[in-house]
């Protein structure tokens, strides 16, 4: 881990050759060195999940091996080990996104429950009949169902922020959407079905304009750009540790503390309270508050280990290297006869969707992994984001920083292959 810290910090900054960080990492992901039906792996699916470095794989290894307890219960050695690799690891999210203080992180089981925390806390405070809560049409399902479920309980108007045809959102239309009665604006930064990089910080500055608090989901940005949770004043902003080369099994919330101390809490039972009895419960103090039960805690020692891996290449790094390999997929798969993009957005990480003339998308990812290549094709749970494009389905091509113009390469020859086979 140090000596790839020390081989490739800022690689990008000194190279224009998409692939160059890839090469340097790859050995630090033991996964993708295998033959998938008799052909090298490529594993495109970022978006879906990443592939773990070593250095998370070992920290959680070693964690168990040595330090491995429960957390803010016991008085003995190991628990007052096992509890400070976990608020450890709090502290590291809080410098990571750069928010004001540890107390704002609330470690969560992955972006979904993120969400659907701030829905039934915030949102069961905050929404009420008559009241409108504001989406985007490009939204994931778990940005969009737990406050649909909210607004119905409410007798609340759930509102949609449309697209156009490039897959950007309609600013314009967000403005006239956020009104007197708008009670939050949930809004994708990256999306996952389109690849669409949203202009977040004009987004949450429109909102705030006309005092509307904003939650972000983070999930698809998360492993991709730098965060700065403060600077962009986001009320809310969820991801999830396993998009990001950390473990699976926990996520992250990060609220502003006026917002969560406000809040009621999300699930109740041990290592939330301050006291209980048959009569009354007190609550515990920002985090446990929204922390019931005993946690993820050597996937937080994972999560950990996946930032200080992130950060040593550096998330500019990253971002620049990702864009440069993003651009070339475009300009492949564009370049196929009979292949359109779905998504088209001026500005993108992360992901590429796209559709194939006559053939399904699910074909597509079929004969792709017969060539070793691995896509996701479905709906990527973004269902109206597929209505607004009128296809079923998209064939989506996601990155992670160890994939290369090779696997890019290697993607679109499959992709004629699939156009021979299928046609
Ligand atoms: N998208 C994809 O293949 P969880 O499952 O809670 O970690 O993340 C949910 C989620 C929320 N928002 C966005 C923008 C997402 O992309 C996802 C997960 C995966 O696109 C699995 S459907």
């Known amino acids: 881990m140090m000596a790839t810290a020390l081989r490739i910090e800022n690689p990008a900054g000194t190279s224009h050759h998409p692939g160059f960080l890839a090469d340097t990492v790859a050995e630090d992901f033991p996964i993708l060195h295998q033959r998938v039906h008799g052909r090298p792996l490529v594993y495109l699916d970022n978006a879906a999940t990443t592939q773990k470095p070593r250095a998370v794989v070992e920290a959680m290894s070693r964690f168990y091996a040595t330090d491995y307890a429960n957390v803010h219960r016991g008085v003995y050695t190991l628990g007052a080990r096992a509890t400070g690799r976990?608020?450890?690891?709090?502290?590291?999210?809080?410098?990571?996104?750069h928010a004001p203080s540890p107390e704002e992180i609330i470690f969560v089981r992955g972006t979904t429950e993120g969400i659907n925390l701030v829905a039934s806390t915030f949102g069961e405070q905050h929404v009420q009949a008559g009241d409108d809560v504001l989406v985007t049409e490009m939204e994931h399902h778990s940005n969009i169902v737990p406050w649909q479920v909210l607004c119905q309980r409410k007798?609340?108007?759930?509102?949609?922020?449309?697209?156009?045809?490039?897959?950007?959102?309609?600013?314009?239309?967000?403005?006239?959407?956020?009104?007197?009665?708008?009670?939050?604006?949930?809004?994708?930064?990256?999306s996952n079905a389109l690849g669409t990089l949203n202009p977040i910080n004009e987004i949450v500055a429109m909102a705030?304009?006309?005092?509307?608090?904003?939650?972000?989901?983070?999930?698809?940005?998360a492993p991709h750009l730098p965060l700065d949770v403060a600077a962009l004043d986001a009320d809310f902003y969820v991801f999830s540790s396993h998009k990001m080369y950390g473990p699976d099994g926990i996520g992250v919330l990060y609220g502003k503390r006026k917002l969560l101390e406000a809040m009621p809490p999300y699930q109740t039972g041990g290592d939330m309270i301050r006291s209980v009895s048959f009569e009354r419960t007190t609550y515990d103090d920002l985090p446990h508050k929204f922390e019931a039960g005993t946690p993820a805690i050597a996937a937080a020692v994972g999560l950990h280990a996946a930032i200080?891996?992130?950060?040593?290449?550096?998330?500019?790094?990253?971002?620049?290297?990702?864009?440069a390999l993003l651009a070339h997929a475009v300009a492949r798969l564009e370049a196929i006869p009979g292949v359109r993009l779905v998504g088209k957005a001026a500005h993108r990480a992360g992901a590429v969707s796209f559709v194939l003339e006559g053939v399904h998308p699910h074909d597509i990812a079929t004969i792709l992994d017969s060539r070793g290549v691995a896509i996701r094709a479905g709906h990527h749970c973004a269902q109206p984001v597929m209505d607004r494009f009128g296809v079923p389905a998209t064939a989506r091509v996601s990155v992670g920083m160890y994939n290369t113009r090779r696997d890019i390469d290697t993607l679109v020859e499959a992709v004629y292959e699939t156009k021979e086979v299928m046609g």
Do not use: K, N, S
């Open 308 to 323: 200080d891996y992130l950060e040593a290449i550096g998330m500019a790094a990253i971002a620049r290297e990702e864009e």
């Open 86 to 97: 976990f608020e450890g690891a709090r502290a590291r999210v809080q410098r990571f996104i």
């Open 155 to 190: 007798g609340a108007r759930l509102r949609v922020v449309p697209i156009d045809d490039r897959g950007e959102l309609d600013l314009e239309a967000l403005a006239g959407l956020l009104g007197p009665r708008t009670r939050i604006l949930a809004v994708a930064h990256v």
């Open 208 to 221: 705030h304009a006309r005092g509307v608090p904003v939650l972000v989901d983070g999930a698809q940005a």
